[in-house]
């Protein structure tokens, strides 16, 4: 059996032996040197962005964005200031969920590139002082994995047991339990008469962590990449690793397929099993990791991110992701209010302990933040801005995500054929087709929250496809591109885009808003987010207008011995303590 661990380096016939790490002497090392709190790290230092690769440029217009894309690009992150590029799934892949359905771990998408793309890629960040951070896609596999393809050849196979192969009950699948993208997450196979679980699409095939060989290949295969030089991961659904054994039906009396989170959200093993890859991988590397982990409490985080539990540096949680969720779902809309949003940030800011956070508004799976937390119309600029000052002036760890820099915006596509999540098309053919709900009220849904929005090429510039191909785009570029686009924004020295790169020098070089501590200021005021960030004895106060109008206030603290430090309005009532406010306003006080 022995032989089997290996089983997945002989199916792909790939050498695991990885080349030296690059050194890079720009790349800055993780110091270990003591701050007012805790030890300074060169993750707690980074500024992070995350490039969806198949919308940030192709070179070749084929209409997909690709790796020498990426590269073609690397000035402009190196400009804008970054240090950290997340990239999201680049492996091979059927692209059933754009690479978060992979096919061979060690080899690049076609579509992409090649994997001396990769390592010019690579070559090119660590050479620009930009570390590299990989997605880790090892919940499940694409069902066009060599480990899924021999596990589904017969119930003898070795790999039978790196999945969940379970016989159906009374002619029905083995639990009731739905897929996240609609339907059962049982897949019936003809060829051996078992059902397979998936709790994503069919393609995405649930690996079985319990099994020990899983993991060994799993940590195999992230050596194979760390040796390659990669300086971290972001963990897809890493807290849905662990099963309850079982499987066990959802309890309820309706009928249908339900969500059994229960059994797999943070289920029992999880922490053992980060434990493992963290003694048996991630603590050889200098590396920064990062969990996704939806439906994560407080609690649970600081299990995770405590430094003592050698699990994960920081994971992302979804309490401000999900306060617009109603509850019926992610489709459902229900409107946000300022202090519960404040008071999402203020508990995580002070309750983590001794784990680190990760800041973000936007990804790849979310809305465009400006259109969901700002206001895209008359507003955009200066509410892109204000969240900016929101994203980089907190504890924690901030994400960019591409296009945000420009304050890109959601899109509203008139029908359902201009989309091609298949997160959305699910819930389309759904709500259409099988609840009988209005199309209207549907792709109104769609407008607010789906994943697409978030997935329209960048904006490079005005010509024909935002100039993010010459070819016919995979997806149409948002119609906006004409005004919103990354030339334009150079070109303006009041952007959204040179307001970031102002913020993020400035964030680098005041470690007071890396490490300092956080306070909330005023914390039931509806229109004003205000809080303090001390570090020794050094201050800032940030104030941020959530509102479109005119807001005169007073902090309860005097600020009239402070020095303005940035701001996305022209400020000249330096010395007051009552300030007058324009619509979405922000402004960074130091206090002197
Ligand atoms: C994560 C990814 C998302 C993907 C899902 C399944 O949530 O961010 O894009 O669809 O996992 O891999
Ligand atoms: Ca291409």
């Not at 617009?324 to 302990?353: H, N, S």
């Amino acid at each position: 059996m022995d032989g089997m661990i290996q089983g997945k380096n002989i199916l792909n016939g790939k050498n695991v032996t990885g080349q030296e790490k690059t050194e890079d002497k720009n790349i800055q090392k993780s110091s270990g040197e003591k701050c007012f709190s805790g030890e300074r790290k060169w993750w707690k230092e980074a500024i992070v962005y995350q490039i969806y690769p198949r919308s940030f440029k192709d070179s070749n217009d084929d209409g997909i964005g690709d790796l020498k894309g990426i590269i073609s690009r690397l000035d402009y992150l190196q400009e804008l200031g970054i240090n950290v590029v997340w990239l999201s799934p680049v492996y091979k892949s059927p692209n059933d969920d754009n690479g978060y359905d992979v096919s061979d771990y060690c080899d690049i998408m076609d579509e992409f590139g090649t994997l001396e793309d990769w390592e010019q890629l690579r070559d090119g960040l660590h050479k620009r002082g930009i570390r590299l951070i990989m997605d880790l896609v090892v919940n499940h596999t694409s069902d066009e994995h060599q480990w899924f393809i021999e596990s589904r050849s017969s119930v003898d196979s070795p790999y039978r047991d790196y999945y969940f192969w379970r016989d159906g009950k009374n002619g029905r699948e083995p639990n009731n339990w739905c897929s996240a993208f609609g339907g059962s997450a049982w897949e019936y196979d003809e060829n051996t008469k078992q059902y397979y679980l998936h709790i994503f699409s069919k393609k995405q095939v649930d690996l079985r962590w319990d099994n020990p060989k899983v993991r060994q290949d799993v940590y195999k295969m992230m050596k194979w990449w760390l040796d390659k030089g990669v300086d971290g991961f972001r963990m897809d659904v890493i807290n849905y690793t662990s099963k309850v054994d079982e499987l066990p039906d959802v309890k309820t009396d309706e009928p249908g397929y339900h969500w059994g989170g229960e059994y797999f959200v943070n289920g029992p093993r999880v922490h053992e099993y980060l434990q493992e890859m963290n003694r048996e991988v991630l603590s050889k590397y200098d590396i920064m990791t990062v969990g996704e982990t939806p439906n994560v409490t407080l609690e649970d985080a600081k299990l995770f991110t405590d430094e003592d539990r050698k699990e994960l540096n920081m994971v992302f949680q979804f309490e401000i992701m999900d306060l617009d969720v109603g509850p019926e779902g992610k489709w459902q809309t229900v409107p946000w209010t300022l202090p519960e949003f404040k008071r999402i940030i203020t508990k995580w800011q002070k309750g983590l302990g001794n784990g680190w956070n990760s800041i973000f508004f936007g990804s790849h799976d979310a809305p465009r933040m400006v259109s969901r937390f700002g206001n895209d119309g008359i507003y955009r600029v200066e509410s892109a801005k204000m969240l900016a000052t929101l994203l980089l002036t907190l504890k924690g760890t901030p994400y960019i995500y591409q296009g945000d820099e420009i304050g890109m915006t959601n899109v509203r596509f008139p029908v359902i054929d201009d989309y091609r999540d298949i997160e959305i098309l699910n819930m389309y053919r759904e709500a259409v087709y099988e609840r009988n709900l209005p199309v209207d009220q549907v792709m109104q849904a769609i407008h607010l929250k789906g994943r697409d929005n978030a997935r329209t090429p960048m904006q490079w510039d005005d010509s024909k496809h935002g100039g993010f191909t010459k070819g016919e785009p995979w997806i149409k570029v948002n119609p906006n591109y004409k005004t919103i686009n990354v030339k334009e924004a150079m070109k303006d020295p009041e952007s959204i885009l040179h307001y970031y790169k102002r913020l993020i020098k400035l964030r680098k070089d005041t470690l007071a808003f890396v490490y300092g501590d956080y306070d909330i200021i005023d914390e039931d005021n509806g229109d004003i987010f205000a809080y303090k960030r001390t570090y020794g004895n050094e201050k800032y106060i940030v104030v941020l207008n959530f509102s479109d109008k005119n807001i005169k206030y007073t902090l309860p603290e005097k600020i009239s011995c402070s020095e303005f430090v940035e701001g996305n309005y022209k400020v000249d009532d330096k010395g007051t303590d009552l300030l007058e406010l324009r619509p979405y306003e922000a402004r960074i006080y130091k206090i002197l």
